[in-house]
């Protein structure tokens, strides 16, 4: 057995809560993907190390569950670790800890790694050190429900366009992750938001790149709002909210 967790602590900014003082989803996703940054950088393969290699760290799937979100001017903490690494894939786990130490929320991510000049995807188990550090201590405490493939049929309830800005670019020059979960939540009443959204699901399928006209499609389906962003006919991504 052996812990190769790693855990970080945020403060909340007034400028990261809403209308309800509270930490809003999209900021609490860029907490969790910034953890997973730092804990793959400070194992030794960091974006900075696999730049250097021509490779990049690329998200496929997220979940996160929420029980609470934080207010502004508290400090949470998010511990993670490695579940698994396949030649494909590795599944990254988190735990989101209030200042009482109560867990507030969990997520679970798949990683891949992609060769930035040929966008294909490299094997994570030769290229990488990635192996050395799963954490095999189970984490009792971690119950969410894994992240799963995201299915839309029929004709949507409602259809939105969008034009892709540099806001929503990150430094691989493709939409931020967690920009796609912002898009959908901004098409929802606000009556609806401030009830509070308790679990996101998302696949990501196809990069959309600065200046894509996308359109968001929204359906309502057993009562979750699910989403798919296309690019003319290619889904980029797909995410299922439960309110």
Known sequence: MNDYTYSKSFYINPHEADATKHLTPTILGNYILNTAGMAAREFGFGMDTMH??????????MSIEINELPKEYTTIKIKTWIEDVN???????????????????????????IDTSTRKMVNLVTHST???????????????????????????????PYIVK?????????????????????????????????????????EALYGDELFIKHYNKEGKEIFEIQKEDNTCCKITLEI
């Open 52 to 61: 250097n290699q021509g490779v990049a760290w690329v998200v496929s799937r």
């Open 130 to 160: 990635i192996s050395k550090f799963i954490h095999t201590t189970e984490e009792t405490e971690f119950t969410i429900t894994r992240t799963k493939r995201i299915d839309v049929t029929g004709e949507p309830d409602n259809k939105y």
């Open 166 to 206: 540099y806001s929503d670019i990150d430094m691989n020059n493709h939409v931020n992750s967690m920009k796609y979960i912002q898009w959908v939540i901004d098409t929802l009443p606000i009556e609806k938001i401030k009830k509070g959204i308790k679990k996101i699901d998302i696949n990501y399928i196809k």
């Open 87 to 113: 030649p494909i894939c590795s599944t990254r786990n988190y735990l989101v800890y209030d200042e009482s130490d109560k867990i507030i929320a969990q997520a679970t991510t798949l990683w891949s790694v």
